[in-house]
């Protein structure tokens, strides 16, 4: 049987062992007299009674040996890093409300010095942060997209007007950290947008398509009047441009032209449309739509050739480049009419007829030799 001592305190007995009895040089048996639930009783009332006192005891003690403290701890924790996060995990869930009340409280009470304190850290910390953020996210991809897709769509109205707010008051500080990233990441940037362009074509022409619908009319004043403001700056930008790129432009204006012929020839006719000041409203669309009644064959000899767009009234009688003026006719019709009237000269062909006549009328809303207002 083991030997029994008996607590100095509380007068109980207990095996003369470590379980029971704190260690002391001062005893034979290397044990202290009272028993060890007795000596953190009285531990805790002296912590109680003498609070302010012991604080500021450490206090002084830790800044006498700031140097010394911090790199003992910095090595134990080095050396036991696994089992010091597990414990401040269980410390931190243990403690989760009493933690959160008192940083609340410690904030409420420091709330001036902490932004400076925070600009500090971050000054002095900001490749290790960074660092940090980087390794964080890409453990957590998963949870803080959901995280933040959340976020926006519960506050898509305050982000917005925080973003323009923001942006009004920092203008200049913006522009200049843009240019800056631009210059400094050029090649990489431009990488970037032509495989991003290259991946997402459909996407991004869809909503190009889309938003210049919903803002037409804001786009055109704002490109008119960014061209009057930079006139000479984007006429010498062209010809730089020109100069340098001289074959590779003429080869691609060459394969448009020959790729999209309508839309070039209808484009020329738009241009000298405007020259003389006439209406010039025709679109691809309507005048596949004049083809197509007339079944892809001249208006006036029913030929079946390369189709030009027919002034009925002609450009230099004023003309215009309209639905109402303009018929598909073969280049030989279209030349012997030139500048004539149109019924007249069409009267005298041999391959006139009534039908004919009366056919092209009513395409081009004539009634009674008078041309009626339409309203497509």
């Not at 028993?35 to 302010?52: I, L």
């Not at 089992?83 to 009340?101: C, D, F, G, P, W």
Request: net charge positive.
């Amino acid at each position: 049987m083991s030997e029994m001592k008996t607590c100095t305190t509380c007068g109980d007995e207990f095996p003369v062992t470590i379980e029971y009895f704190r260690k002391s040089k001062r005893n034979k048996d290397g044990l202290k007299n009272e028993c060890k639930n007795c000596s953190k009783a009285k531990d805790k009332s002296y912590r109680e009674a003498n609070r302010v006192i012991i604080k500021e005891r450490n206090r002084l003690f830790y800044v006498d040996n700031k140097e010394y403290i911090d790199a003992r701890n910095k090595k134990y924790v080095q050396s036991n890093k696994e089992a010091v996060a597990e414990r401040m995990r269980k410390y931190q869930l243990k403690n989760k409300e009493s933690i959160s009340k008192y940083q609340k409280q410690r904030y409420k009470h420091n709330k001036e010095l902490f932004p400076e304190k925070q600009k500090l850290y971050r000054l002095e910390n900001k490749e290790s942060i960074r660092e940090n953020s980087r390794r964080y996210r890409l453990k957590n991809r998963d949870t803080e997209l959901k995280r933040l897709s959340l976020y926006r769509e519960n506050n898509r109205a305050s982000l917005v007007e925080k973003g323009r707010i923001y942006r009004l008051e920092n203008k200049v500080i913006i522009r200049e950290k843009q240019k800056k990233r631009q210059i400094e990441n050029k090649d990489a940037i431009r990488e970037y947008s032509k495989e991003y362009h290259r991946v997402n074509r459909e996407s991004i022409a869809k909503k190009t398509r889309i938003y210049y619908q919903a803002n037409r009319d804001s786009i055109i004043r704002y490109v008119k009047s960014y061209y009057q403001r930079n006139k000479e700056v984007i006429a010498e930008k062209g010809k730089i441009y020109y100069k340098k790129n001289r074959e590779h432009i003429a080869k691609y204006a060459k394969q448009y032209a020959k790729d999209h012929r309508e839309e070039c020839s209808l484009r020329g006719q738009r241009y000298e449309a405007k020259k003389r000041k006439l209406p010039s409203t025709l679109t691809i669309e309507q005048w596949e739509n004049a083809k197509l009644y007339f079944g892809h064959k001249c208006a006036y000899c029913d030929g079946i050739f390369p189709l030009a767009r027919e002034h009925f009234i002609p450009v230099d009688n004023g003309g215009e480049l309209t639905k109402d003026n303009i018929i598909p006719a073969c280049r030989s019709c279209n030349s012997s009419k030139n500048n004539k009237e149109a019924i007249s000269w069409f009267r005298r062909q041999p391959f006139y007829s009534k039908d004919k006549e009366d056919k092209i009328l009513n395409y081009l809303c004539y009634k009674n030799q008078k041309q009626q207002l339409s309203i497509f």
